[in-house]
């Protein structure tokens, strides 16, 4: 699996922003993020029909994930950003989902990462 992120930047505090990640077919597929000096986290999750989206609390009501199975492509619309939203951004594919979207072991594929830096 081949995935491709992109979209990241720099905004100001209460901006939007929107990722895009393009994979090689259909699978299970997430967003993770790292801070600097933080262990790595999940974001959000989606379903192979985009009929179930899964997200953390730290950005339920803000983020939404979506995804265009015609493009093979998932997105990651985030809204009302925070200083404490700036992290590398990963996007992530389960060709096998066992049930742990939460979880990086869940995922077998993993893009390469793009930067969102959030001023306040």
């Known amino acids: 699996v081949q995935l491709q992120a992109s979209g990241g930047g720099l905004v100001q505090a209460g901006d939007s922003l929107r990722l895009s990640c393009t994979a090689s077919?259909?699978?299970?597929m997430g967003w993770f993020r790292q801070a600097p000096g933080k262990e790595r986290e999940f974001v959000a999750a989606?379903?192979?029909?985009?009929?179930?989206?899964y997200y953390s609390d730290s950005v339920k009501g803000r983020f939404t994930i979506s995804r265009d199975n015609a493009k093979n492509t998932m997105y990651l619309q985030m809204n009302s950003l925070k200083p404490g939203d700036t992290a590398v951004y990963y996007c992530?594919?389960?060709?096998?989902?066992?049930?742990?979207?939460?979880?990086?072991?869940?995922?077998?594929?993993w893009g390469q990462g793009t930067l969102v830096t959030v001023s306040s």
């Open positions: 992530a594919a389960d060709r096998k989902y066992g049930g742990s979207y939460g979880y990086q072991a869940e995922y077998d594929s």
């Open positions: 077919g259909i699978y299970f």
């Open positions: 989606i379903s192979r029909s985009g009929a179930r989206t």
